[in-house]
Every structure is written in C-alpha cells, then in structure tokens.
C-alpha cells in the first residue's frame, strides 16, 4: 500500500504547477488558504487561484466545504458574485479557479476613510442584489465583511462588486435547518461583523443574519468604523447581543430616514429586522427618495416595463421592415456564386472529370482568376505558370479544389459594394480565417483529430452567419434611427 500524497506547502507555491496552470504570484491569504495569481500552461488565461491550507486539507470536512463553494457559486450564478470555473486537487493541494479580479477589497478602499454617501449606497445595493440571489437558493453567507467584497476596477462599471469567500457558506434545508456537515458547534464569521444569533452559537441562521451583517457593512463605509468596538471575542459577543448601536445620523451627515434603515437592519432580534437582502436595498433607496418602499418598488417595475416596452417597438419595426423586404422582393442575402455551387455538385458525381470543373470555372472570370493566381503561387507549391482552368483545376486535386472552391466563396460572403459593411465586415474575415488556420495547425498537432482540411473548413465557417446577420441590422438600423430617434 503506497503513502498518500502529501500536500505542498501552500504557502510556497510561486513557480509550480496545479494540474494546467501555473502559479505566478501570491494575492492574498485567509483562513482557509492562500489566492494566487496563475496562468494556463496552454492558452495562457489569467485566473485567480485559491489554495486551501494544508491544515484545511488535513480535515475531510473542510475539504468538502471548500469544494461546496465551486458548486454554491455555480448553482447562484450572480453577476455580483465572483465566479468559480474549476476545482481540482494536484500532488495533494485542492484548489478553485475563479475569474481573475482587478481592483480593491472594500476593506482596502476604507483604509482610507469613510466613503461618499452616493458610493455606498451603491456598493450596498449590489451587495443585496448579491445575497438576494444567493438566499432565493437556500444559501447565507455568514461572513460578509469589507474583506470579501472586492470593488473591481471594470471601464463601464467602474466599483463593480463581487461577493466572495463563500466557502463558508450553509445550505439550508426545509424550514432554514442547516445541513448536518455545518452543525458542528463551531461558530463561524467574523466577530465585528457576525449577527447577535450567530455570536451565540444559534445554529439555526437564516438570510436575516446575512442582514444583520451588511448593516454593519454599510455602516462602516459610511462612518468609516463599525458600531461596536472590542478588544477580544467576547467583548464583541457583549456588544452584538446587549448593547445598542450608536445611530449612524449622529456620527455622519445623512437623514433620519436614512438611519432609521440602518438601525433596523441592526435589530438585535432577527423578526425586528428587514427580513431580506432585497428588503433592505429597496427601504434604503426609498429613504433616500422620500417615498415608501411600495412606491420605490412600483417605479422599478415601470422602468422594467417601459424599457420592455421599448424593446418591443423596436422589435416589430424590425419584424416590419423585413416583412416588407420579403413582400416586394428585395430581400437579397449574400450566398455562395452559382458556378461554385455547380462545381461542388460536380465534384460528388461518380462520373466527375477535371475539364467538366474547368468548363463550370469558366463562366465566372471573377472565380477562374482567384483559382488561377492561387494555384500560381509558390506558397501552393506551384512550379510552372499555368493558364488553363483544367491544369488549375487538376495541380490542386479534389480534395483542395473543393477547399479552395469553399473558402473562396464564404471570403465573397464578407465583399460588399457599400464601404461601411465592407469595413465592418472585414474584421470578421480576418478572424474567421485565423480560426481555420489556427484549428488546422491543432488538428495536425492531436492524435485522432479529424483531417486538418476539414477542421479549417469548420474554423472558418464557425462565424460565417454574422455579416449575414449584420448586413440587414446595418440597413434596418438606418430605418429605425428617423422613427425611434
């Protein structure tokens, strides 16, 4: 019986390899391991790491936590929430990989000092939309803290949130009962930030104790410190369960309504609290506005309505433009030329000979000289000037002249006699060919890959429809922009 495999040390892994990627620098570390930036040994994508500790892979338990937050986060599928894409164990070392983030942890930007009321508004909105998302599917957080909410650093949506760390995550069963591997006895989360229930070990929490916690959340960014402040755990248990927070109006400039939100969501008993994320986001927003959480709920539900709406003006002008195209006949779609059909046609006859091809080429002068300037080519291996179309026809063989005939007619799919498509369009050209090419080469490189010709016919077909597709837009958006301004 051999010995198991023991686990590297997580802390030293810059340089090494887990399964395909390759570590590249540590980003951080935590409670349960270590995130490293890492790059695939093949394609060369970016990915964050994380590693779980060597302790943590020592516990079946915690290994099988660990892995539940690949599968909690795809079964939650959130734009705010980091995404999870893989999970596996190399030489003993069990790791996730998740989207490769750029930007600050909230508790990096608070380093700093409070934040403007407009950016934690909106920071705290997303982070509900996040837990919203995350308690529809029977899961609560149970450590939401500045550290595991990251602010990236995207161009159209700049602060961005990500929730992350749900590794710790409980799913919950019927009538909130947490699954047998998570009633343990230990309490888990962070003492500033942990609800009055969780503090003291109640092992039945619900969505309301992720309340709780995104209360204190949102009263940091705005005070720039939390209610309560303790030297050790207990003193926090004190805090949380007997001592009432300070209003947030009397530490910062905002109103009484505003507080009065944030001194619900602190309730020490959960019932007194918003009892959802979504609760909480929309008292919040209705605070700000002055109007009632109802009023605030039926004004998003008719600007969902009224961009519904929109879409659908859009839409039936789209159908009755077509419709009108179709009806008087001017509906005309590239397609691959008549003679290059014919040819193919002619080359799957049993009776197929090469001066029947050359007779078909001929029709189309256009076709017969891009042939001719090929096969002349020295990157075809061309050792003579040839001018007929059966001698053109006949150096490439069948199977090359049905390629070339094929990639010549999807290239005039992309031609067009208006310069604006033909600009648009001739980008996708170049990638539809690179594909091919790039799919060919792969082909010779693995064993029991199709023939290379046709996985290039494949790579260069794969996008073959969007000009098609973008030819009519371009000429539909030209109508649409007078009626819908």
Not at 184 to 198: D, F, H, L, R, W
Not at 237 to 264: G, M
Not at 280 to 285: F, S
Request: proline letters at 5%.
């Amino acid at each position: 019986m051999t010995d198991p495999v023991q686990p590297r040390d997580s802390a030293n892994l810059e340089g090494r390899h887990l399964g395909p990627w390759r570590i590249v620098a540590e980003l951080g570390a935590g409670g349960m391991g270590t995130v490293y930036y890492a790059e695939h040994g093949v394609i060369g994508r970016r990915a964050a790491i994380k590693v779980l500790s060597n302790a943590g892979s020592a516990i079946p338990d915690v290994v099988e936590r660990f892995f539940d937050e690949a599968r909690t986060v795809n079964d939650i599928r959130h734009p705010n929430i980091v995404d999870i894409t893989d999970f596996g164990v190399s030489e003993g070392q069990y790791y996730l990989v998740m989207e490769l983030l750029e930007g600050d942890t909230l508790a990096e930007r608070l380093e700093a000092g409070p934040m403007s009321f407009e950016k934690a508004r909106s920071v705290t909105g997303q982070i509900a939309l996040a837990l919203h998302a995350a308690h529809e599917r029977g899961i609560i957080h149970r450590d939401l803290k500045p550290e595991n909410v990251f602010l990236t650093n995207h161009a159209d949506y700049p602060d961005r949130v990500k929730v992350l760390d749900c590794g710790i995550a409980k799913l919950l069963g019927e009538g909130g009962e947490a699954s047998r591997k998570t009633q343990t006895g230990v309490i888990m989360g962070t003492p500033a930030y942990m609800s009055p229930e969780q503090c003291v070990g109640d092992t039945h929490l619900d969505r309301r104790s992720d309340v709780y916690s995104l209360g204190i959340v949102a009263f940091e960014m705005l005070a720039g410190r939390t209610p309560f402040a303790a030297e050790n755990f207990g003193r926090y248990v004190l805090a949380h369960v007997h001592e009432e927070p300070p209003r947030i109006d009397s530490l910062v400039d905002v109103s009484a309504d505003v507080a009065d939100v944030l001194a619900k969501a602190l309730a020490k008993k959960p019932e007194d609290r918003h009892q959802t994320a979504e609760e909480l986001r929309l008292a919040l927003d209705a605070a700000i506005q002055g109007r009632s959480t109802v009023e605030v709920r039926r004004t998003e539900r008719e600007e969902r309505n009224e961009e519904e709406a929109r879409t659908q003006r859009v839409g039936d002008k789209l159908e009755e433009i077509i419709q009108q195209r179709i009806v008087e006949g001017r509906l005309t779609l590239p397609s691959m030329p008549m003679v290059a059909q014919n040819c193919l046609r002619l080359l799957d006859r049993e009776d197929f000979t090469f001066p029947m091809i050359a007779k078909e080429l001929e029709r189309d002068p256009l076709l017969a000289s891009q042939l001719l300037r090929i096969v002349n080519s020295p990157i075809y291996g061309g050792r003579g000037r040839i001018e007929s179309m059966c001698q053109a026809a006949s150096r490439r063989g069948m199977k090359p002249l049905r390629m070339l005939l094929t990639q010549m007619s999807v290239r005039a799919v992309f031609q067009s006699k208006e310069p604006r498509i033909e600009q648009s369009f001739r980008a996708i050209w170049e990638h539809c060919l690179a594909v091919g090419i790039i799919s060919r080469e792969l082909a010779g490189a693995l064993e029991g890959a199709p023939p290379k010709d046709a996985v290039y016919l494949a790579g260069l077909l794969h996008d073959v429809g969007k000009p098609v597709v973008g030819a009519m837009l371009l000429e539909v958006e030209r109508q649409l922009m007078p009626d819908l301004g």
